[in-house]
Structure formats: C-alpha cells, structure tokens
C-alpha cells in the first residue's frame, strides 16, 4: 500500500462547477500537507499548504486537513479551462523533511 | 530568477547507452532534489542533496543510477546502462528555508522527457 492515494481521474466538469480533490494517507505523523499543480509538459507547481488540520482559502481555491480520517481535499471554485491540469497532493513529516507525492489528479473544465 | 533549468528538455537514446541529465537550481537554494515521474508510478523522489552533499539515496533505483553535485549552482543524473524501463520525465526542484515559512517548498524544472528504445 502507498504512503499516499489519490485517484487518478480524469476528471471532467463544465466551467463554474465547484471541484473536489482528495487524497488519503496512512501515516499518522505527516503534518506538512500541499497541493501542487502542474500543466501538461510542464514541472509542477506549489498551489496550496497547510499545516497540521483545519483550512485555508486562497482565493477560488480552498485546502482542508481531516488528520483524524487521514484525508486532505481542495476545493475549487467558479472553475475554469485553465484550471485543467494535474493536480499533486504531497506531505511530509517534519518541516524539512522530503515530500511524498501522491499520483496525481487529472482534471479537465470544459468551456 | 530563471527558475530551476533542466537540460536537455528531450532525450532520445538506444538501450546501453550512457544518459546525463543536468540541473541548474535557484541561486541560493541549498536544497536539490531529483524525481522520476511515470504514469504508473506518479512522482518519485530519486535522492536529494543539502549543500551539495547527498542526504538521501534510498530513492535511486539500482546501481545504474548515479547523481553528483560538484557545485551549488550544478547538479547531473546519469544512468549507465539506460534501459527501455528507464523511460520517464526527469524532475529537478530545489528549495531553501530563507525566507519560507517551510522549508520544504520545493520548486521545479520544466522536467527532461527520457526516452530509451
């Protein structure tokens, strides 16, 4: 079993629909959790962290920490076509210590 | 700043041969990490260097593989013999604690697509 799940997509929703990322993890000791995006043919890029639980909104977007279910989720807004990308969950122990990513989610907003 | 800059962006090349890629970090980025991403696999730490020391190998798939950062400002991954299964994208990303409020926020290179026929 992977440190990190995260379900692959694709997925597809029309422009303004409201988006749900997620991703599950077992190690109870991960307290560092980000978001990355990245485009096609491009390196990804950090979009969101969050330290411990608890959210944080930034703009259209919003990143939730459930530690007591191991679950993190962002949240997209008002979605748009330049949204679509592949979206990384990744985490880590402590505040130095390397990333594990998760697989990515391939999102897709149609006009 | 540029960013992080990998070269080359596209890498072509018969099983056996030696591949190097290289790596330009962010001035003053202390930390260097390479990755290989597959579609299967996702994006996977290979080793990672603090101040041109390499901290953590355990990501390095086999022998085959070898990484050096003779400088701050240049790193190399090189894989002898390459091998059909080798094929991926190549990720650099380096990262510093000056000025984060983590220090694990990592940047990275637009990445060096490795194919091996």
């Known amino acids: 079993q992977k440190e990190v799940e995260q379900d692959p997509g694709p997925l597809s929703v029309p422009e303004g629909a409201i988006v749900s990322l997620n991703c599950t993890y077992s190690?109870?000791?991960?307290?560092?959790f980000m978001w990355y995006r990245q485009y096609s043919r491009k390196g990804p890029e950090l979009l969101m962290y969050t330290y411990s639980s608890g959210n944080k909104e930034d703009g259209r977007f919003t990143a939730q920490v459930d530690k007591s279910s191991k679950y993190i989720s962002l949240f997209i807004r008002d979605s748009q076509p330049s949204d679509s990308a592949t979206y990384l969950c990744?985490?880590?122990?402590?505040?130095?210590?390397?990333?594990?990513f998760g697989t990515g989610t391939r999102l897709q907003v149609f006009p | 700043d540029a960013g992080v800059i990998q070269s080359p962006r596209h890498e072509v090349t018969e099983m056996g041969q030696e591949v190097t890629l290289r790596c330009k970090p962010i001035s003053g980025h202390d930390y260097l990490f390479w990755y290989r991403q597959t579609m299967m696999r996702g994006l996977e730490l290979l080793i990672y260097?603090?101040?041109?020391?390499?901290?953590?190998d355990s990501g390095m798939p086999e022998d085959r593989f070898s990484a050096k950062m003779p400088n701050a400002s240049f790193s190399t991954l090189k894989i002898q013999p390459s091998e059909p299964r080798d094929s991926a994208v190549y990720f650099c990303a380096s990262s510093s604690a000056l000025g984060q409020p983590i220090q694990n926020i990592q940047y990275f290179g637009a990445g060096t697509r490795l194919s091996v026929l």
């Open positions: 190690n109870s000791a991960f307290q560092y």
């Open positions: 260097f603090n101040n041109n020391v390499p901290i953590d």
């Open positions: 990744a985490m880590s122990v402590g505040r130095a210590d390397k990333l594990i």
